[in-house]
């Protein structure tokens, strides 16, 4: 089993729905997640990033953690088509310099 | 303020021949990393590097190596390549690399091997 699973999808939307992506994690040391949009030939975006349990709202996004199910989400209100893209979860522990990705789940908003 | 900087963008390479990668991350960054992505596998962690000195490695064979230089710039080296190699290789540097400093990837250096 990974440490972290990701369904990689291809979730398709319509423009203007919300989009909830998920990542699961078996490590309860994790501290730090962190989500990530890559777009075809470039690296990882960094979009989010929460420590510990809580809620973070940035625009349109918004990053959810609850460590007790150990279950991470984001939010995509309002999505646009240029929100077509790759989205990683990533987390790490507190005292590493590992970060452990999620293999992504593809979205697509379609016009 | 310039992102992390990757060189080359592409290489092709032939079996048995090594490879150097360059990394320039952003400004006042003193920590980088190297991942690894294809698309089974996704990201997987290389090494990283804070003041020229490796804190952490990953499951790779000693083929893949790197460097940290004074400036933070890095160097990553993968000797005999091997088909497997093939991937796209992410630099990402953070203010520290522990605690509440996230990664900022460069666009990486897709390396073919053949």
């Known amino acids: 089993q990974k440490e972290v699973e990701q369904d990689p999808g291809p979730l398709s939307v319509p423009e203007g729905a919300i989009v909830s992506l998920n990542c699961t994690y078996s490590?309860?040391?994790?501290?730090?997640f962190m989500w990530y949009r890559q777009y075809s030939r470039k690296g990882p975006e960094l979009l989010m990033y929460?420590?510990?349990?809580g809620n973070k709202e940035d625009g349109r996004f918004t990053a959810q953690v609850d460590k007790s199910s150990k279950y991470i989400s984001l939010f995509i209100r309002d999505s646009q088509p240029s929100d077509s893209a790759t989205y990683l979860c990533?987390?790490?522990?507190?005292?590493?310099?590992?970060?452990?990705f999620g293999t992504g789940t593809r979205l697509k908003v379609l016009a | 303020k310039a992102g992390v900087t990757q060189t080359p963008r592409y290489l092709i390479k032939t079996r048995g021949q090594q490879v150097t990668l360059s990394c320039s991350p952003i400004?006042?960054?003193?920590?980088v990393s190297w991942y690894q992505q294809t698309p089974g596998q996704g990201l997987q962690f290389l090494f990283e590097?804070?003041?020229?000195?490796?804190?952490n490695k990953g499951n790779f064979p000693g083929r893949f190596s790197g460097r940290q230089f004074s400036n933070s710039r890095s160097e990553m080296n993968v000797s005999t390549l091997e088909l497997g190699d093939s991937a796209l290789y992410l630099c990402?540097?953070?203010?520290?690399?522990?605690?509440?400093?996230?990664?900022?990837f460069g666009n990486g250096t897709r390396l073919t091997v053949t």
């Open positions: 990402a540097s953070s203010l520290d690399g522990d605690r509440v400093s996230p990664l900022h």
């Open positions: 490590n309860s040391a994790f501290q730090y």
């Open positions: 929460t420590y510990s349990s």
């Open positions: 990533a987390m790490k522990e507190t005292g590493t310099y590992k970060y452990i």
């Open positions: 400004s006042g960054h003193r920590s």
């Open positions: 590097y804070f003041s020229e000195t490796q804190r």
